[in-house]
């Protein structure tokens, strides 16, 4: 038993040796490759058309205000108020689309991205005007609405919702007269 405990350690002291070898070849790739994916990232960036980074930007800014909570309330406890703050029901729908829409449209465009994008940019906007006509019904519904304040990213998201709208229509618009050119 005791051999197997002292076996144990000295097999644990090597492993450890050798893992500390290992740490400046392991930081030397991690450096190389976070150089190389920074370095491409770039370069695709600097190809980008004008409106293809204004629409990137706010692919980006759509995905990040459906993360983040759009509504606030207070709710006391023993006589204690605690603020709160709630995304919305659907919030996953707001974020699956954002999500798709930013990698899809960011990264790789074809002819059914179009189709898609502005099937669920429309479909999103239509969700988040009914939940604003209806927010019992969409956005929460365990508490007093006329408790609930909206905060800002509510606002954000519906103004990165219309601007991607718009800027992606303009970055398709430009593709197609930059291929009707090169043609």
């Not at 005791?2 to 090597?14: G, T």
């Not at 604003?132 to 969409?138: A, F, M, N, S, V």
């Amino acid at each position: 038993m005791k051999n197997s405990i002292l076996n144990l350690f000295s097999e644990f002291v090597i492993f450890l040796k050798e893992t500390i070898k290992l740490i400046p070849d392991l930081l030397k790739v991690w450096w190389y490759l976070g150089k190389r994916i920074t370095l491409s990232l770039y370069s695709y960036w600097n190809a980008k058309l004008f409106y293809d980074k204004i629409f990137f930007i706010f692919l980006f800014l759509q995905l990040l205000f459906a993360v983040l909570p759009w509504f606030h309330y207070e709710i006391t406890f023993f006589e204690s108020k605690e603020s709160i703050s709630l995304s919305p029901k659907l919030n996953s729908i707001f974020i699956l689309i954002s999500l798709l829409n930013f990698f899809f449209l960011g990264f790789w465009k074809s002819s059914w991205t179009r189709i898609w994008f502005f099937a669920t940019e429309m479909i999103s906007a239509i969700i988040v005007l009914w939940g604003y006509l209806e927010p019992k019904r969409t956005y929460y519904d365990f508490v007093n609405a006329s408790e609930v304040t909206t905060q800002i990213t509510f606002y954000l998201f519906l103004g990165s919702l219309f601007f991607a709208f718009i800027f992606g229509y303009l970055s398709f618009k430009k593709e197609d007269e930059v291929f009707l050119h090169s043609h």
